[in-house]
């Protein structure tokens, strides 16, 4: 609850016309039934169709105020309600984006989303119900006990035996539902999961033939939702006929003992009718009360669950003084690094060390899995490393601002990653403020430039969502080419080139050559052709560093090597070297 008061501190002014408009509308609701009794007791009683009148006029009057009232509220708790809900998705989203990959493996992609969408609309219903109700209801069910005690004492004290009842039942409703409500909103996470993974995998579901298998297992995460969101359903419907048959009891027993009353003639019947008003107005105040109570555990639940996200402190973090200096960096080396991922126990990287100096080309290559992904993915700071340092100009790069960091770099990924828009859009996700001239011209410099130009609408032509409508040789090109217009100092290719066809790889690799100028080109790549002149070539084996040097010494020095670079050239091309 207090996670909920902190961000509806942001409104006070809405929550106080809220409040005002909250007390406005109870008064009208009390007032008239007040209004109608004296009706009947000294207009119609005395036959004073002047008082009749006078009484009539203000209660349409007191409507008219109370349509406004009501019509004040929804607006103030619909406008609170969806304003904190956005605020609270954006601190979300914020908090997110300043997680490393650790934080995103240990919530998972869909729970993130969940979180962010579902949760925070189950904080917006509840929210939305406080303002409407339980801001209302205590005011009302004040003002109708206090009215009906007024009217009658002895009719009061039947009222008074079901308030314990009504109470009773709804805490035991609210204890039962909290942990139902956390298996909820867990199985929400499983059905997002498993919808996502579904649709982004449908092609390989399909081609293997496993609707059938995708479907029960979709079915049964779909059940367990649906059982918990019954279970949650039963509890709180069972609430409502337990409830009326309170009041129907208690009504039947307050119609008994006025009768007896107005027999006696110590009770007038207007004052029944108004205290019958009243007693409405306190069960129905109560009943809503009730249900606002009811909602609290799922909204408890939500609040854990996003609360969780912004209480995480990222393993990543920007210093607080971080080096800020653009400088025209020299070197990047890597000094005795070793790295274990932080859910694993082996290290992935051991006592790697290397210095890429200004205009460098540096390749790593090795086999499935020896880490040439993790090495690079160590320099943008996506992990830190577990023991050694990286160094740009002999500083720790953790001693450098994230952004400016990153903005040093141009990372161009396994799996090139496209997003919905134009063709532009996507290059210029490099560089924003890129003219035409030099988005166009990193599209050459990729190779990407002839596609484009056959498309309809050219360089406006829409990327659809994920970058389905262009082949994987087209996203990787568009991804060079957003690298290349950021005008990195250092350009990272893990394995860019896998999916281009050898001729277009060679002519790309020769434009790059000259497009990077001074700048430092590290390069994972499988084919050996792709990397036979790079300055230095990293072989690595299962993490570890088993040779270092051009082509021609790895040949000649590094078994590993010579059995990679012998399965890929020919004997010439072997011999040549
Ligand atoms: N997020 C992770 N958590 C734990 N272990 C991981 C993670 N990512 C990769 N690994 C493990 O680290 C090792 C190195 O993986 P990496 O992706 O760096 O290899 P690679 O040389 O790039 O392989 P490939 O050529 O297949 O892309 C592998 O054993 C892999 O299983």
Redesign the pocket.
């Known amino acids: 609850m207090r996670f909920i008061l902190h961000y509806l501190g942001h409104y006070k002014k809405l929550i106080l016309i809220n409040i005002c408009s909250v007390f406005g509308f109870a008064l009208v609701e009390l007032g008239i039934p007040t209004i109608v009794a004296n009706m009947i007791d000294v207009g119609v009683m005395n036959q004073d169709p002047g008082y009749i009148y006078q009484m009539g006029l203000l209660i349409v009057v007191i409507s008219v105020v109370g349509v406004g009232g009501t019509i004040l509220l929804g607006y103030c708790s619909a406008k609170i309600s969806t304003s904190i809900t956005r605020d609270i998705r954006n601190d979300v989203f914020d908090k997110i984006q300043t997680f490393s ?1 650790t934080e995103f ?1 240990r919530f998972g992609i869909s729970s993130l989303i969940t979180r962010t969408n579902n949760d925070a609309f189950q904080i917006q219903l509840f929210v939305n119900v406080i303002l409407r109700t339980a801001l209302l209801t205590p005011v009302m069910l004040g003002l109708s006990v206090f009215l009906t005690i007024r009217t009658s004492l002895e009719l009061s004290a039947i009222l008074a035996g079901t308030f314990p009842i009504i109470i009773l039942g709804v805490v035991l409703v609210a204890w039962m539902s909290h942990p139902i409500s956390q298996k909820q909103q867990k199985s929400l996470d499983g059905l997002n999961r498993i919808s996502r993974e579904n649709l982004t995998g449908i092609r390989v579901i399909r081609a293997f033939n496993n609707d059938a298998y995708e479907e029960t297992r979709f079915n049964e995460t779909n059940d367990a939702y649906t059982d918990h969101s019954k279970k949650i359903f039963k509890l709180m419907s069972l609430t409502q006929p337990v409830f009326f048959c309170l009041m129907n009891i208690a009504m039947m027993l307050i119609f008994w003992v006025a009768s007896t009353k107005i027999d006696a003639g110590t009770l007038q019947i207007g004052k029944l009718v108004a205290f019958m008003d009243y007693l409405f107005h306190a069960m129905l105040s109560m009943m809503l009360f009730c249900s606002v109570f009811i909602m609290y555990p799922r909204a408890e639940v939500s609040a854990g669950r996003i609360k969780e996200i912004l209480d995480t402190d990222p393993l990543i973090k920007n210093p607080e003084e971080g080096i800020h200096v653009q400088r025209n960096m020299q070197e990047l080396a890597f000094n005795h690094v070793s790295f274990v ?1 932080p ?2 126990e082996e290290k ?1 990287l051991d006592d790697i060390s290397f210095t890429a100096k200004k205009g460098d080309m540096i390749a790593f290559i ?1 086999s ?8 690079i993915n160590l320099i943008p700071r996506f992990y830190d490393v577990s023991c050694g340092s990286i160094t740009i100009d002999g500083i720790d790069i953790r001693n450098f601002d994230l952004s400016v960091l990153r903005d040093k770099i141009g990372f161009i990924p ?1 799996k090139a990653n496209l997003f919905t828009g134009t063709i532009a859009d996507n290059i210029r996700f490099g560089n924003r403020n890129a003219s035409d001239e030099e988005m166009k011209h990193s599209a050459d410099v990729a190779q990407a430039a002839e596609f484009i130009n056959n498309k309809p609408l050219k360089y406006d032509d829409l990327i659809t969502e994920s970058g389905t409508n262009v082949s994987g040789g087209q996203k990787q090109r568009l991804s060079i080419a957003r690298a290349i217009v950021h005008h990195p100092q250092i350009y990272i290719f893990d ?1 860019s080139f896998s999916a281009l066809d050898f001729k277009t790889d060679a002519i790309l690799r020769n434009r790059l050559k000259a497009e990077t100028g001074d700048a430092i080109v590290l390069i ?1 790549a ?1 084919r050996v052709s792709s990397i036979m002149d790079a300055s230095q070539i990293i072989v ?1 084996n299962e993490g570890r560093m088993v040779g270092k040097g051009t082509h021609q010494e790895l040949l000649k020095a590094c078994p590993i090597y010579y059995e990679i670079a012998a399965s890929q050239l020919t004997k010439e091309e072997l011999g040549n070297a």
């Open positions: 990959h493996n991922y859910d694993g992935v090795g499935t899995g020896s880490g040439k992904s993790t090495l396994q394995d994972v499988q690595l």
